[in-house]
């Protein structure tokens, strides 16, 4: 099956530093990848879409000098959470569509915890 | 705008039970569904994915309905195991989304299935 690996699973940081995110799709490729966040006991929530080669569409209240993603390759996708601050602590996932399919395969997600 | 709501909120059971959860939505244009699991700290698995011609999908113990003319769709679990104990969230893609694959998830029931 299609899988998807997040790294890192958890990272807890100093306020004012940056922490980077990966999203990879091991076994197949994905155009489109997504980034979502969760609260503690909310629903995720989508934070932008970023398609290969192109730059990423951010949703509305999602600062996207904050929170810069790239995805140079078909195969990785990457969130910067720069300059973190407690705020930003929450459950970030990243989730990927194969090419040829409508089914969306997630990755494990990233806790963050700022300091 | 989209909107996706589930009940219960929690829900939790003895095992062996016949079980269903609700979801609805507000714009029945929609592309597809998929109902996810997600353990605690975990990201998500997808359980069913049901396009918007279809009315219903099965995997094993689990069936997933759709209604797109009320915008209801159930999860039914079948013979309830405690391994069954996460939270459930369904998830709708529009029709008409520029953005592409966008979903929407509602706010989850948590499942507790008590031996």
């Known amino acids: 099956g299609a899988v998807v690996s997040q790294h890192p699973s958890w990272v807890i940081c100093k306020s004012g530093t940056s922490v980077k995110i990966e999203c990879r799709s091991l076994d197949f490729q994905a155009t489109t990848m997504f980034w979502y966040r969760q609260f503690p006991k909310q629903s995720l929530m989508l934070m932008a879409t970023?398609?290969?080669?192109?730059?990423?569409?951010?949703e509305q209240g999602v600062e996207k000098d904050k929170f810069l993603i790239n995805h140079a390759s078909l195969t990785l996708s990457t969130l910067t959470v720069t300059s973190a601050h407690p705020e930003d602590s929450s459950f970030y996932i990243c989730?990927?569509?194969?090419?040829?399919?409508?089914?969306?395969?997630f990755g494990s997600g990233t806790q963050l915890s700022v300091l | 705008k989209q909107e996706v709501t589930q009940i219960p909120a929690a829900l939790s059971v003895p095992e062996g039970e016949n079980l269903v959860l609700n979801c609805s939505f507000t714009?029945?244009?929609?592309?597809?569904l998929q109902w996810f699991r997600q353990d605690p700290g975990k990201g998500l698995t997808s359980l069913l994915l049901i396009q918007s011609s279809q009315r219903e999908q099965t995997s094993g113990r689990l069936n997933a309905s759709l209604d797109k003319s009320s915008g209801r769709s159930t999860l039914y679990i079948a013979a309830s195991q405690p391994g069954d104990s996460a939270t459930y969230l369904c998830?709708?893609?529009?029709?008409?989304?520029?953005?592409?694959?966008?979903?929407?998830f509602g706010g989850g029931t948590r499942l507790m299935v008590k031996p």
């Open positions: 970023s398609n290969e080669g192109s730059k990423a569409t951010y």
């Open positions: 989730s990927a569509r194969r090419v040829g399919s409508e089914k969306l395969f």
């Open positions: 714009d029945s244009a929609i592309y597809n």
């Open positions: 998830a709708v893609i529009l029709m008409n989304n520029n953005a592409g694959n966008m979903l929407t």
